[in-house]
């Protein structure tokens, strides 16, 4: 099955200053993550008929002109089922259907499947079609993605990258960055990332760090002038994840190491 992709700019904290839209079908098509109105999205929606809008998640950068591109084609507009309330939030229209793991979304194309990848974002899902994924923020093909505190989640983040680890697809379509041709090594990658940064995060709270801000000073050894809050984020998500699991007492102000039994 064939996605057709456009680079939307868009305001983004991705360093590719854009988010990819994805089209999926002809005369009954799916459009994933429409972040704006653009020549270039047009252009691909032109000669076809869209009968499905859906996101990945619902952060701005993702979901600018889905009401846009809703009330210009009268398209079946899609939300993650339990989240209608914050999709509505985010686009200001309301969903016509909402889907849950594994649910297919038709296009003339063949089927899409639904995917829950939460991690990034709470309701994140991707969309699978084939051998290919349109992952949205679940992956990149370089550096490292956010998941900060207090939308994201460390350990649901690992889980849907070993979940994709384990589905083997051919190829994901990221959001951000070039399509990613080695999706195991990928998602392997993503994790051993991930697990560093929490060894990190332990590290510092053993050597004494406790505090939030001292935390992320011990953790980091680079420059994070511009992107400070977001490493802020990160941190506390991967202390709220060493306290769930009980290594690290968290109590909102203060970390301490836990005593091995």
């Known amino acids: 099955m064939d996605w057709q992709r456009a680079d939307v700019s868009v305001p983004t904290r991705a360093p590719t200053g854009s ?15 429409p972040a704006d109105t653009d020549d270039a999205l047009d252009s691909l929606l032109s000669d076809r008929t869209l009968a499905h809008i859906a996101l990945t998640h619902y952060h701005p950068d993702h979901a600018g002109a889905v009401a846009d591109y809703a009330r210009e084609t009268n398209a079946t507009v899609w939300a993650r089922r339990g989240r209608a309330a914050a999709f509505e939030a985010a686009t200001g229209i309301t969903p ?15 089927p899409v499947t639904v995917l829950d990848t939460p991690g990034h974002a709470p309701e994140h899902v991707a969309f699978a079609a084939d051998g290919t994924v349109v992952s949205g923020d679940l992956a990149v093909a370089e550096g490292s993605v956010v998941v900060g505190a ?6 649901a983040y690992l889980a ?7 589905r083997n697809p051919d190829a994901l379509l990221p959001s951000h960055g070039p399509r990613i041709e080695a999706p195991r090594e990928t998602c392997a990658r993503l994790i051993g990332h991930r697990l560093e940064r929490e060894r990190c995060v332990r590290a510092a709270v053993n050597d ?38 009980g290594s690290v007492s968290w109590d909102g102000e203060r970390a301490a190491l836990n005593p091995v039994e």
């Open 19 to 33: 988010t990819a839209a994805y089209v999926c079908g002809d005369e009954a098509a799916l459009l994933v993550d």
């Open 96 to 110: 016509d259907k909402l889907f849950s793991d594994g649910t297919t979304i038709p296009t003339d194309a063949g």
């Open 150 to 155: 207090p939308e994201g989640d460390v350990r």
């Open 160 to 166: 849907s990258l070993r979940r994709l680890h384990a």
């Open 208 to 245: 004494g760090a406790d505090t939030l801000d001292e935390v992320l000073d011990a953790a980091y050894e680079k420059d994070l002038t511009g992107v400070r809050d977001l490493a802020r984020g990160t941190v506390l998500a991967h202390l709220e994840k060493l306290a769930v699991e």
